[in-house]
């Protein structure tokens, strides 16, 4: 079965966003496919580079990056959204600097809508 999972939960502070990484990785393992995970609203902080959690803490950030990584999964934030809150790449800041954490891509409510439209099912977190 094909997944589109929509996050609006925050990196820390909630629940939402971790359990939404569980998921993740739990219909990853059951040979589901996840078209893509789209971040909005307070989610968008979920690739913010410039997270640093304590050392006994998740590193949510670079659990999504990994996974990502590993199952050739999408990330992709809401431009509005992430530019609202401060999380920029280097096109959107016009310098070299950016807080868009590695295997994080800003998007369009297009291409979420496209990938929502083929997937069976929808999760929002």
Known sequence: MDYVLAIKSPVYGSQGAFLAYQVAEELLKANHRICQVFFFQEGVSNANALVNPASDE????????????????????????????????????????????????????????????????????
């Open 58 to 125: 998740a590193n949510l950030v670079e659990k999504w990056r990994n996974l990502a990584k590993s199952h050739s999964l999408q990330l992709h934030l809401c431009i509005a959204a992430a530019q609202r809150r401060g999380i920029v790449d280097e096109q959107a800041a016009g310098s070299q600097i950016t807080n868009l954490a590695e295997g994080f891509t800003l998007a369009g409510l297009g291409e979420f809508s496209q990938a929502v439209l083929k997937a069976n099912r929808l999760l929002t977190f």
